[in-house]
Protein backbone atom coordinates (compact mmCIF):
# COMPACT_ATOMS: atom_id res chain seq x y z
CA UNK A 1 0.00 0.00 0.00
CA UNK A 2 1.28 3.62 -0.74
CA UNK A 3 -0.76 4.81 2.57
CA UNK A 4 1.91 5.81 5.57
CA UNK A 5 0.60 5.07 8.68
CA UNK A 6 0.85 7.98 10.82
CA UNK A 7 1.84 8.01 14.66
CA UNK A 8 1.56 10.89 16.68
CA UNK A 9 3.36 11.85 20.22
CA UNK A 10 0.37 11.86 22.18
CA UNK A 11 -0.70 8.39 20.13
CA UNK A 12 2.99 6.88 20.80
CA UNK A 13 2.35 7.71 24.39
CA UNK A 14 -0.54 5.75 24.85
CA UNK A 15 1.02 2.93 22.90
CA UNK A 16 4.31 2.78 25.47
CA UNK A 17 1.46 2.74 28.37
CA UNK A 18 -0.35 0.00 26.62
CA UNK A 19 3.18 -2.22 25.56
CA UNK A 20 4.09 -1.95 29.39
CA UNK A 21 0.65 -3.48 30.17
CA UNK A 22 0.66 -6.34 27.99
CA UNK A 23 4.70 -6.73 29.65
CA UNK A 24 2.74 -6.57 33.28
CA UNK A 25 -0.32 -8.73 31.91
CA UNK A 26 1.94 -11.51 31.03
CA UNK A 27 3.65 -11.41 34.45
CA UNK A 28 7.41 -11.41 33.60
CA UNK A 29 9.15 -8.07 34.70
CA UNK A 30 12.39 -7.28 32.72
CA UNK A 31 15.36 -6.27 35.42
CA UNK A 32 17.00 -4.30 31.90
CA UNK A 33 15.68 -2.87 29.47
CA UNK A 34 17.59 -2.60 26.29
CA UNK A 35 16.78 -0.09 22.94
CA UNK A 36 17.86 -0.60 19.74
CA UNK A 37 19.07 2.30 18.36
CA UNK A 38 17.94 4.78 17.18
CA UNK A 39 14.57 4.17 16.57
CA UNK A 40 13.88 1.83 19.62
CA UNK A 41 15.63 4.95 21.56
CA UNK A 42 12.43 6.91 22.53
CA UNK A 43 10.17 3.42 22.82
CA UNK A 44 12.61 1.90 25.16
CA UNK A 45 13.10 4.84 27.57
CA UNK A 46 8.54 5.44 27.72
CA UNK A 47 8.36 1.76 28.25
CA UNK A 48 11.05 2.00 30.66
CA UNK A 49 9.47 4.36 32.26
CA UNK A 50 5.67 2.89 32.33
CA UNK A 51 7.38 -0.31 33.48
CA UNK A 52 9.26 1.22 36.36
CA UNK A 53 12.61 -0.52 35.34
CA UNK A 54 15.57 2.49 35.87
CA UNK A 55 18.53 -0.27 34.50
CA UNK A 56 18.77 0.58 30.58
CA UNK A 57 21.16 -0.35 27.92
CA UNK A 58 21.61 0.53 24.35
CA UNK A 59 22.57 -1.65 21.29
CA UNK A 60 23.44 0.69 18.56
CA UNK A 61 22.71 -1.17 15.19
CA UNK A 62 22.17 -0.19 11.48
CA UNK A 63 22.06 -1.49 8.06
CA UNK A 64 25.13 -1.31 6.39
CA UNK A 65 25.33 -1.21 3.24
CA UNK A 66 28.41 -2.62 1.58
CA UNK A 67 29.38 -3.38 -2.01
CA UNK A 68 27.01 -5.55 -2.35
CA UNK A 69 24.33 -2.81 -2.35
CA UNK A 70 21.41 -5.75 -3.06
CA UNK A 71 22.42 -7.39 0.21
CA UNK A 72 22.14 -5.05 3.24
CA UNK A 73 22.44 -6.67 6.86
CA UNK A 74 22.13 -5.19 10.44
CA UNK A 75 25.34 -4.62 12.20
CA UNK A 76 26.43 -3.75 15.34
CA UNK A 77 27.73 -0.81 16.00
CA UNK A 78 29.88 0.88 18.74
CA UNK A 79 29.71 2.02 21.22
CA UNK A 80 29.29 -1.40 22.47
CA UNK A 81 27.45 -1.71 25.94
CA UNK A 82 28.50 -3.61 29.06
CA UNK A 83 26.99 -7.22 28.28
CA UNK A 84 28.69 -9.22 31.31
CA UNK A 85 26.07 -8.33 33.64
CA UNK A 86 23.29 -10.19 31.45
CA UNK A 87 23.43 -13.71 32.52
CA UNK A 88 20.73 -14.72 34.56
CA UNK A 89 18.70 -11.45 33.84
CA UNK A 90 15.73 -10.89 32.44
CA UNK A 91 16.00 -8.20 29.08
CA UNK A 92 13.37 -6.66 27.46
CA UNK A 93 14.39 -5.07 23.82
CA UNK A 94 12.63 -2.18 22.73
CA UNK A 95 12.57 -1.26 18.83
CA UNK A 96 10.45 0.47 17.02
CA UNK A 97 9.33 -1.78 14.32
CA UNK A 98 10.10 -5.42 13.55
CA UNK A 99 10.11 -4.79 9.61
CA UNK A 100 12.01 -7.39 7.72
CA UNK A 101 12.61 -8.43 11.81
CA UNK A 102 16.83 -8.71 10.96
CA UNK A 103 17.79 -5.96 13.40
CA UNK A 104 15.16 -7.40 15.99
CA UNK A 105 16.47 -10.81 14.91
CA UNK A 106 20.47 -10.40 15.42
CA UNK A 107 19.70 -8.16 18.23
CA UNK A 108 17.97 -11.01 20.29
CA UNK A 109 20.51 -13.66 18.82
CA UNK A 110 23.45 -11.67 20.39
CA UNK A 111 22.03 -10.76 24.13
CA UNK A 112 21.13 -14.38 24.32
CA UNK A 113 24.45 -15.50 23.19
CA UNK A 114 26.03 -13.99 25.98
CA UNK A 115 23.91 -16.77 28.09
CA UNK A 116 25.60 -19.73 26.62
CA UNK A 117 28.41 -21.99 28.49
CA UNK A 118 30.19 -21.37 25.12
CA UNK A 119 31.47 -18.05 26.25
CA UNK A 120 35.30 -18.22 27.02
CA UNK A 121 37.15 -15.88 29.54
CA UNK A 122 40.26 -13.96 28.34
CA UNK A 123 42.25 -17.10 28.73
CA UNK A 124 40.09 -18.86 26.58
CA UNK A 125 38.49 -20.73 29.29
CA UNK A 126 35.07 -22.08 29.02
CA UNK A 127 32.70 -20.35 31.29
CA UNK A 128 29.62 -21.99 33.53
CA UNK A 129 26.86 -19.28 32.35
CA UNK A 130 23.54 -18.29 33.14
CA UNK A 131 21.08 -17.99 30.70
CA UNK A 132 19.89 -14.24 29.50
CA UNK A 133 16.18 -14.77 29.50
CA UNK A 134 15.73 -11.44 26.44
CA UNK A 135 11.92 -10.53 25.26
CA UNK A 136 11.09 -8.63 22.90
CA UNK A 137 8.72 -5.48 22.23
CA UNK A 138 7.82 -3.60 19.44
CA UNK A 139 5.84 -0.72 18.54
CA UNK A 140 4.89 -1.72 15.38
CA UNK A 141 5.22 -5.04 13.38
CA UNK A 142 4.90 -5.79 9.99
CA UNK A 143 3.57 -8.82 8.61
CA UNK A 144 6.95 -10.07 6.75
CA UNK A 145 9.02 -10.25 9.52
CA UNK A 146 11.30 -13.20 10.45
CA UNK A 147 11.02 -12.67 13.82
CA UNK A 148 8.06 -12.61 16.09
CA UNK A 149 7.94 -9.99 19.24
CA UNK A 150 6.47 -10.84 22.35
CA UNK A 151 4.66 -8.11 22.68
CA UNK A 152 3.60 -5.59 19.69
CA UNK A 153 1.13 -2.63 19.82
CA UNK A 154 0.26 -2.49 16.35
CA UNK A 155 0.22 -4.53 13.41
CA UNK A 156 0.74 -2.72 9.49
CA UNK A 157 2.39 -3.66 6.30
CA UNK A 158 2.56 0.31 5.15
CA UNK A 159 5.40 2.88 6.08
CA UNK A 160 5.25 4.01 9.01
CA UNK A 161 5.79 7.92 10.19
CA UNK A 162 7.63 7.82 14.01
CA UNK A 163 7.04 11.77 16.03
CA UNK A 164 10.51 11.83 16.18
CA UNK A 165 11.78 11.31 12.74
CA UNK A 166 9.17 12.27 10.63
CA UNK A 167 10.82 15.55 10.31
CA UNK A 168 14.29 16.61 8.78
CA UNK A 169 16.98 17.66 11.08
CA UNK A 170 16.73 21.02 12.42
CA UNK A 171 18.76 23.96 10.91
CA UNK A 172 19.61 27.01 11.62
CA UNK A 173 17.35 28.30 9.79
CA UNK A 174 13.90 26.83 11.07
P1 LIG B 1 14.13 -4.34 10.07
O1 LIG B 1 13.84 -4.47 8.59
O2 LIG B 1 15.50 -4.83 10.40
O3 LIG B 1 13.07 -5.01 10.89
O4 LIG B 1 14.06 -2.79 10.40
C1 LIG B 1 15.21 -2.04 10.67
C2 LIG B 1 14.89 -0.61 11.00
O5 LIG B 1 14.44 0.05 9.83
C3 LIG B 1 13.78 -0.37 12.02
O6 LIG B 1 14.19 -0.51 13.36
C4 LIG B 1 13.39 1.06 11.68
O7 LIG B 1 14.26 1.98 12.32
C5 LIG B 1 13.56 1.09 10.18
N1 LIG B 1 12.24 0.88 9.57
C6 LIG B 1 11.74 -0.26 9.08
N2 LIG B 1 10.47 -0.08 8.65
C7 LIG B 1 10.17 1.22 8.90
C8 LIG B 1 8.99 2.04 8.68
O8 LIG B 1 7.93 1.60 8.20
N3 LIG B 1 9.09 3.35 9.05
C9 LIG B 1 10.22 3.88 9.58
N4 LIG B 1 10.20 5.19 9.91
N5 LIG B 1 11.34 3.15 9.80
C10 LIG B 1 11.31 1.84 9.47
Excluded: C, H
Aim: aromatic share 6%; glycine share 8%.
Amino acid sequence: SDEREMLGWAEFGEAARELARQVVRSGWMPDLVIAVARGGLVPAGAVAYALGTKAMGTLNVEFYTGVAETLPEPVVLPPLMDTSELPGRKVLVVDDVADSGKTLALVMDLIRSKGLPADVDADGVAQETLAVDARSAVVYAKPRSIIDADYVWRRTDRWIMFPWSSQPPVTEEV
